[in-house]
């Protein structure tokens, strides 16, 4: 597969601090971080925001930042504001300046969705509901902008107002508003509040209902920034086909695609009768030997086609470790924090395979081509270093101080 | 079933040309058509009008004047511009003017449509067939207007761009412009040929698709005046409870419904099976004197619960006469042009059950109390009449001359 559009090739002109090309050296390419985003659910940072140097979440955490440079974290309304008024912004605030600290783009999820959703905006008319909604998306866009400037902005929305599990406040508006209408209200809101964030509209329902849906609220004028494609195959992988497929479906819009949401497990697969998956609700759900080999094998056909996608610029796997949604085999570490075979393919991807360490040696005017995986650099020779966003073709200077 | 949206009760005072009340006179009230559209396929009407004084098709035509009150006219651009540049707007003018002079509301179908398109289309660019097709609506919009100011103006536009039988021109620009980006330049440009003309969207697609489609749309700006609905029951009859879904969910938009396409057979159904119902070719599909017996009460019990609907204003049976599309028995009348008891069924429906003739008596001051269904009618005394539209409560003075 090609992934060509990965990579960027460059001419530099090394220099030092007095302006004099550093001629016929080697200088050191060192890959710091990744254009493409490798994201993962980063729910597991914030109990050890919580209980501070934890050696369960210590290492299970270390483990994370040495794969991913991605991270989701939960603003689920029902959760992040238990009492009407008393959100808990501290700890989310110092679990993304935290990730932030290393690196590590957050995305906030969801800012509107039906599930998990306040039980106490129910007492409210319609109209206050949209308000509290309204008001809810400038708390968290404004408050949290420069720290996280992505959102998943509206969640499942072709289910949402034919969602009939059980009453919800955000059904009832959708059910008012119809779909294209909320979506409208929603995105121009966070868009108000943060005219800079990466804006998705989020689904799991990749059929040609989601196609149209979409379809309608860019003519509608929407200022969707991605689309969020949900891939929970806890019914088994998609496989090369349906995924390539559903590229193409999604494609045609040109909007940047995230895969927001992906699972792959290592045991037993959830039968297929089961139509929502939160129907399936186990005890136990044992990791095993040969599902591990399977995960591993699974998600990286997948990540190579996503990869070498174009339009793809984030893969996100919603969880790190075991026994997180749905108790299931989900991770890439087992529940005692040790990795399984997919956190070490999927390491030696990232951060081998498609990673650049290499060096290059400098022409009598300090000129050197330097190749690579587009992404953040520290380029060094001799004790002086320059960090520098490598990502175009375009001829650059690069002082080494 | 509620039927007291489709009636009136209004308080008329009757005077003569001298402007003096007409008292204690018995006033004859006698509707001459329906404000609702009984509407049927009126394609019969073209081949009267080219054979003249044919015995048949006179005969033919006269029964559907009996009931219908709105009939559609093939506007297929595959058929109707056989070579490019020569339209046959001169028949379908005659049989429009023809239908109007017996004062049956007509409108053309379809304006864009991915079948019985023009093949010639094909061999130009997709700009240059987006430009015909344009060129097509400003001609048959404008050229028609006054004669025909109802149009279906996109034909099945949830399964255009996917449409994958043959290769057409409409699919090619469907690709390229997405549904609702190519519905609203097809609307935009109807719209402007004809700005008081009624506009549909119409699908066979009555699933969550359609709906996220129309919602979408909305939200865009495009000038829908009424939802189309097909209903081609070859598979067998929808039911109570189906109809009263598909009622619901699209009448959340709040337009007017119609029923732009129904078919019930009365002979044995086609197969479960088939998925397109064109694959569905047979040399000969009887009628039976059961399946004639089924229809009729199928078709009555559809006709009330749509009637009884407020927001739909027009239902039209798609074949008058067995042996049309399909070969289907789907007619209101047998191939030898004889009426099935579902022609005398509706017709009871539409011109008694549903329809208003009765007197009145004028009380000292020239008043009378008129109650009926909603239409035109002529008010006669004494060899004195006049016509009037009787739709609504308003207070009403009626000069008889």
Known sequence: ???????????????????????????????????????????????????????????????????????????????????????????????????????????????????VCADWLMKYDNETILKKQLERIDREVTGFAGVIDMWDVINEVVIMPIFDKYDNAITRICKEKGRVGLI?????????????????????????????????????????????????????????????????????????????????????IMPAHIVDLNDW????????????????KEIEEMYRILFAHPLVEAITTWDFKDGAWLNAPSGYVRKDGSQKPSYKMLKNLVRNEWWTNTSVTTDENGFATVSGFKGEYKLSADGLTASESLTDEGELVVTLK
Chains 1, 2 share one sequence.
């Open 1 to 115: 597969m090609d992934i060509s559009h990965r990579q960027f090739t460059k001419k530099i002109q090394f220099k030092d601090a007095l302006g004099n090309p550093i001629a016929g050296k080697a200088i050191r390419v060192e890959q710091t971080n990744h254009s493409f985003l490798f994201g993962c659910g980063a729910f597991d940072f914030m109990p050890l925001m919580m209980k501070g140097d934890d050696d369960y979440y210590k290492q299970l955490t270390e483990s994370w930042l040495d794969i991913f440079n991605y991270g989701t974290l939960p603003f689920y309304w029902g959760n992040y504001e238990r009492e009407e008024g008393k959100p808990e912004k501290e700890l989310l605030m110092k679990t993304a300046k935290y990730l932030q600290d290393k690196n590590v783009k957050v995305k906030g999820h969801p800012l509107c969705w039906h599930t």
């Open 184 to 268: 409208k209200t929603i995105f121009d809101k966070a868009h108000e509040c943060n005219p800079n964030a990466t804006l998705l509209l989020n689904d799991f329902n990749t059929s040609i209902n989601y196609e149209i849906l979409i379809d309608g609220c860019l003519n509608a004028g929407v200022p969707i920034s991605a689309i969020g494609i949900q891939s929970h195959q806890h019914q088994g992988y998609w496989g090369r086909e349906k995924l390539e497929e559903v590229l193409e479906r999604f494609s045609s819009f040109g909007l940047p695609i995230h895969f927001t949401e992906n699972t792959l497990i290592s045991g037993e």
């Open 281 to 296: 609700q186990v005890d136990e759900w044992p990791t095993t030997p040969e599902g591990e080999e399977r995960q591993a």
